[in-house]
């Protein structure tokens, strides 16, 4: 009961996904791609904050990945990212 | 007493494949215009779209049916196209990822709306146990042809759209539907498509690539197009 506001966690902030549901694949809802550009990429993860499905991966070894058995391509990361790293190809333009 | 599923053996089942919002018209477009045409044929018809797809999101892979027959059909309680005879793809992606070819029949057409060539598709298709039912791919690049009618987000959800049946990428790829597989004829479809140039480009346009045992050209080239007839 007497918890201080500081104890309470953020409301938006939740656990990160650990779980996939496999009953709701959307990955095939995609038809451009999302690929990022390591050279630009700053690593400012501004991509991570908005992918609405949490796709966007990030380690500090490998940066910016993304999970593509549920990435729809909205192309909400490649909209917002600040340096322009993120790029839509066309999804047939990739063998797998 | 146990309810008999009927079975309709001189019917054309068609699939149109397709993207929520984005290309969900033009898809109801193609599978209305070659039931319009079949009637105009005088033969019996039905079309409709898949009951299970929520094609309100962008994107979303959905489905819309015709069925063709010489014969009264009476397949009236059976919702979605089970085992398709013409396959058709809206958008070029569809193709990967999906089991376009679940349950077709043998002689099975997929149609692919692209400017893509049809051997590099080829490798898409699936199940791969079904490509033996494969007789043809066809490609047409409909979107070169015309323009697709995008929904609006203002939640009517189309029902203030006064675009006519067949005004954009839809009658094209009917057009091309027509050409591939002969399920109907062309004059028919002109007489019911509002974009009656389409229709006609979409028939000359079309790229057919004819499939034996899954590979392109299996069993020999045929000396005309035309050849490849239906039933």
Known sequence: ?96 | MTLAVAIDPNMLEVTVWTRGVTLAKEARDTATLLAKAGKAEGKHVQSFDNYVDLPDRIGVPCKSYARISPDPIETFYEYENYRPDIVVLAEETLVKGHNILGGAKPGCVVVINTARDPEKLLKWISPKENMKHLKAVACIDANALGAGVMLTFDGTEGSGDDTKIGAGVGAAIAGAVAKATGCVKLESLVSVAENKAAVKQGYEKVTVLPVCKGEAFACGLPEDPQEIKWK
């Open chain 1, 1 to 96: 009961m007497s918890k201080t506001y500081k104890q309470v966690p953020f409301a938006a902030i939740v656990p990160s996904p650990t779980v996939s549901n496999e009953h709701m694949v959307t990955g095939n809802w995609r038809y451009l791609r999302p690929v990022v550009d390591k050279g630009q990429c700053t690593q400012c993860k501004t991509c991570w904050i908005f992918c609405p499905d949490a796709c966007v991966d990030f380690s500090k070894d490998e940066g910016v990945d993304f999970n593509l058995k549920y990435c729809k391509g909205c192309g909400v990361c490649s909209s917002v990212c600040p340096v322009g790293a993120i790029s839509r190809v066309p999804e047939l333009d990739f063998d797998e």
